[in-house]
């Protein structure tokens, strides 16, 4: 039986006027209860405040959870809980966000949105089999992994079965192995059923091929940029390569082609976008630095270029392997199979269906000694900065985002969402962008740069460095330090500090960083100046203030022992360090502290 729980106007008023009080004027947000511990299917009304001074407001709160697979949350606030297991509920308003614990028990209950799925289906009718999600949208051209399991007897959920799949009508697309749940679309828009079949059971799910405006006008514009450019390729040997730290140069060959015809006289142009790895001769002879990494290896001729990576690893950095899970969560909270993975391996994202299509092509390799423990990753489309359309095939970001993912990491053992969760060594990963999207925003791709998106902006990944972008293959990559939303934007639009500096101003600069036990915050002012100098976590809150008065023109250095307000020691993780100078600021940096 669901229940709803419901607060008491008069109990609701007194929380209102503590609030009030205690906030004293300045903006907060809170839920309005304690931790969660709901049984699968059970319902609960969430109510959360806001007060900014005199206003208070309850309506108009967005919630979620993290993941998505514990419950969804509707229009009126009610909660369902879903799949059983720990997590977080989070409330978000304007720029601020609260959370409190999350955990459903039991067994796994069917959401009445399941129920709509399947009308004509009897819940109790077990043993079956069922395919998620239950509506497919894919591509023309496109593969795409589907997932289905296998429920007993006894309502158990088995995911281990090998089924039979196929598809009708077969003009459609194929499942080039009937044992595979890999899903290959054809090259005309259609409709029809993708059918998982186990002994004599089986289920179907609906399933639309589809060409998008986007991929329709860029397939003109290739037709039209390539008129009299028809029959003229190039490519690298080897293709993109994963090697280890030590290993022999490496002899890159280039050939262009004109209809077919090589051309044996072509001077190439060698280069590599990252020479702290590795260098490259006019030959294309390549000698590794002794450095991990990733580096493209580039060749350009006349008017043409082209691209490949080079993954360096060493495997000698920790000899204690840890696990790695990746979990793919569709926006209604269904989960798609886990892809299990371990330290030195890379994630190739592929086959995913929509929204998560937009990510197919990109790339996460997890290095050696990147993390100390098991982990599972939660991977999702960020609901704050994108838009979905049952109706679409296509995910619109706003804020002139190109492309975008939420990351969310919990230790496996642990109850508890991580955010940000931070890595012994940066991972390394590859995003797709669509070019078409980005020439409709006049943007230069080699403007691109990978972000963390927060409450207080967007902080590139690398303070400050640039991600490298292969324009002939629309990739982005970058070295990440830690996962939490990432996004891809242009990067003079993508900060939300306002750059009030001259050239000549001499900013912040913190060292050591990461740091343990104290750092150093040095700054430079060309005149007297009120300065504010203060440390804020991921959730905006103010942890420390380091300065604050009016400081003379020359050097000044300030020392942060990694405590709070209350002289009490900070967690461990990233924070926000703002420099503001009479009134403005003037920039922000990371500081990431590792106890």
Known sequence: MKQLYIFSKNLLAVLLLFFAIATNGQESLTINMGDIELSAGQDTLLIATYINGEDTITDGIKWNTEPGSLGKVNKDGVLTAGQPGTGLLIAKYKDLRANVNL??????????????????????????????????????????????????????????????????????????????SMFKAGDTPGKGLVIAQYGELADTAKIEIYESKRSKEKKEKEEHQNNGNSGKQMTIEPGDMVVYTGAEPIEYTATYKTNGNKHQDADFIWSVSDTSIATIDTLGLLTLKGETGMTLVNVEYSNFGASVELLVVDSTIDMEVNSISIRRVLPNGKELKAKNLK???????????????????????????????????????????????????????????VTGVEFSVKPVGSDTIVEPYMFTIPVELKLIYKSDLIDSLGIDPQDLNMFFADSSGFVEVEDGQIAVVDTARNRIYASIIHFSTIVVKEKSTATSVVETATPEDNLLHIYPNPFSHSTTIQFRLNEPAETNISVYNLLGQKIQVLADGEYP???????????????????????????????????????????
């Open 103 to 180: 955990t459903v028990v039991g067994d796994s209950k069917k959401t009445d949105e399941d129920n709509d799925d399947d009308e004509d289906t009897d819940e109790n009718d077990y043993p079956k089999v069922k395919i998620v999600p239950g509506s497919i949208k894919v591509e023309v051209g496109d593969s795409v992994e589907l997932y289905a399991f296998y429920v007993d007897s006894f309502d158990v959920k088995i995911d281990t079965m090998t089924f039979l799949w196929s598809v009708e009508p077969i003009t459609i697309g194929e499942f080039p192995d009937a044992e595979s």
């Open 343 to 401: 330290e030195g391996d890379s994630y190739k994202i592929a086959g995913l269906p929509y929204p998560l299509n937009l990510l197919n092509g990109g790339m996460i390799h997890f290095p050696f000694g990147c993390i100390n423990e098991d982990i599972e990753i939660f991977m999702i489309i960020p609901e704050k900065y994108s838009e979905l359309n049952d109706d679409s095939t296509e995910v619109e970001f706003n804020m002139d985002i």
């Open 553 to 595: 023109e020359g050097l000044h250095k300030i020392v942060w022992n990694g405590d709070d307000l209350n002289g009490s020691p900070a967690t461990s993780g990233m924070y926000l360090c703002r420099f503001i100078k009479n009134g403005e600021v003037s920039e922000v940096k990371r500081i990431i502290l590792n106890k």
